[in-house]
């Protein structure tokens, strides 16, 4: 099983769309989860962190379930500069007590006019 | 301004050759990564170091080598040994758990 998974789309919404990414990680002793984004040819950009009791930024939403070690974002209202790839990033410390960052191969979004 | 800062963005090398990719940082961050992303993929660990003088193979080290003298530097090393070395190269660093890692504008390595 793949650490983290994610569907790979793309996702193609109409503006002003609700759309949902979904991902799942496989290890139980995850300790911080993330979103990022990133742009055609460009650099991972922190988007949000994801919290058990969930958290919402503007028109983004992030929702974490340790039980079933699944995360979700939701975008309310998509903008056309919503466009680009959403990656979900799981991070945990390593036997030797290192932290390390784990992330899915991305969802791509495309916001059509 | 803090941040981070790779150089060169776009970089061309002959076969056989070894090649020094730059990483610095003025966040006064402890930790700091090296990751490879190939088109359509996801970002996979090449070197990670936590503190000065001390650093850790990643999931895809080998060919590669890094060196930690200082706390803002992270330089990556490209060696013949790497066999497909062509990609985008992503430095990071990062302060506490919670906060997640923030990225340099990578560099993107082409063997010609």
């Known amino acids: 099983r793949k650490e983290v998974e994610q569907d790979p789309g793309p996702f193609n919404v109409p503006e002003g769309a609700t759309v949902a990414f979904n991902c799942t990680y496989s290890?139980?002793?995850?300790?911080?989860f993330f979103w990022y984004r990133q742009d055609c040819r460009k650099e991972p950009k922190l988007l949000m962190s994801?919290?058990?009791s969930g958290n919402e930024d503007g028109r983004f939403t992030a929702q974490l379930n340790r039980a079933s070690q699944y995360i979700s974002l939701l975008i309310r209202d998509s903008k056309l500069s919503d466009s680009a790839t959403y990656l979900c990033?799981?991070?945990?410390?390593?036997?030797?007590?290192?932290?390390?960052?784990?992330f899915g191969k991305g969802t791509k979004l495309s916001v059509i006019p | 301004d803090g941040g981070i800062t790779q150089s060169p963005k776009y970089l061309f090398r002959k076969e056989g050759q070894n090649v020094t990719l730059s990483c610095e940082q003025n966040?006064?961050?402890?930790?700091m990564y090296w990751y490879r992303q190939d088109p359509g993929q996801g970002l996979r660990l090449i070197y990670y170091?936590?503190?000065?003088?001390?650093?850790q193979k990643g999931d895809i080290a080998e060919g590669y080598s890094v060196s930690r003298e200082k706390k803002e530097s992270f330089p990556l090393t490209v060696t013949s040994a790497q066999k497909n070395p062509t990609a985008f190269y992503l430095c990071?660093?990062?302060?506490?758990?919670?906060?997640?890692?923030?990225f340099g504008q990578g560099t993107r390595l082409t063997v010609v």
């Open positions: 990033v799981v991070a945990s410390y390593s036997g030797a007590g290192s932290y390390q960052l784990t």
């Open positions: 966040l006064n961050h402890d930790a």
């Open positions: 170091s936590q503190i000065v003088n001390d650093f």
């Open positions: 994801v919290y058990s």
């Open positions: 290890n139980s002793a995850s300790q911080s």
């Open positions: 990071a660093s990062s302060i506490e758990r919670e906060n997640g890692a923030f």
